[in-house]
């Protein structure tokens, strides 16, 4: 369980939150839309442990957070399997037990054997995704943070990564929170979706059936359009 209260804050003199609730279940998935600067990724660094708002409360009771971000962010230096093992590492886990876990994580990430050995000035951009969503995923993680890992791939990269993200969510309960400027990648990963509008406030919420067999591509460009036609959203997007 997630809870924030109130929650401020500012970079020099520009607000960037303000007096922000937010609160997020075991197993619920969320993505955070809106338009640049209005505070999603202040909001998940808070949220991560990595930034300390100015005002307001944090309970996170989430034991477990991985993180995935816009970029890779893979270390040159070390094979795939040792990238994918690093979050194992620094838990102290044994190097014979990290290698198994991280070796049956990258299969499920349709990576090869021949691909750990690899070093990621080796691997393509959909690769270097695969193994990033792997190092996120290999400690078990109660909560998946998401800071927009897809926006540089191609559509048939990322729709692949929709299906390894979608596979892992519902075989394990962990909870999502994802930032995106995509809506229609909103209404395909999401259970709810929250609006944010400078300076830092959520303005909308919007919750979608749990069920994603159910969401056929029709369905997701109507979902999309609907919530695209929303005063709120239009609003916080200035396309009023």
């Not at 409360?57 to 040159?76: K, S, Y």
């Not at 194992?88 to 044994?94: F, K």
């Not at 029709?218 to 959203?233: F, K, N, S, Y």
């Amino acid at each position: 369980m997630l809870a924030l209260h109130a929650i401020s804050h500012r970079f020099a003199l520009e607000d960037v939150l303000l007096a922000l609730d937010f609160d997020l279940r075991p197993g619920e998935s969320v993505a955070l839309v809106g338009p640049s600067g209005c505070g999603k990724s202040t909001l998940m660094h808070i949220i991560a442990g990595l930034l300390t708002p100015l005002h307001g409360t944090v309970d996170n009771r989430f034991a477990r957070i991985g993180c995935m971000f816009q970029e890779p962010r893979l270390l040159p230096w070390r094979a795939v399997l040792d990238n994918i093992a690093l979050g194992l590492h620094a838990r102290g886990v044994p190097p014979a037990q990290r290698r198994q876990q991280a070796a049956a994580l990258a299969l499920r990430m349709e990576l090869t054997p021949d691909d750990l050995d690899k070093y990621p000035h080796e691997l393509s951009g959909g690769m270097q995704s695969r193994v990033a969503l792997a190092r996120a995923l290999a400690i078990s993680p109660d909560l998946l943070l998401l800071d927009e890992p897809f926006s540089a791939l191609d559509i048939g990269l990322r729709a692949h990564m929709y299906r390894l993200v979608r596979s892992y969510l519902a075989e394990s309960g962990c909870a999502m929170l994802m930032i995106t400027h995509d809506m229609m990648e909103a209404v395909r990963l999401a259970s709810r979706i929250a609006v944010m509008a400078p300076p830092g406030r959520i303005v909308h919420q919007h919750h979608l059936p749990d069920a994603w067999q159910a969401r056929d591509e029709r369905w997701i460009h109507h979902q999309a359009g609907e919530l695209m036609q929303t005063p709120a959203v239009r609003q916080s997007f200035e396309l009023v």
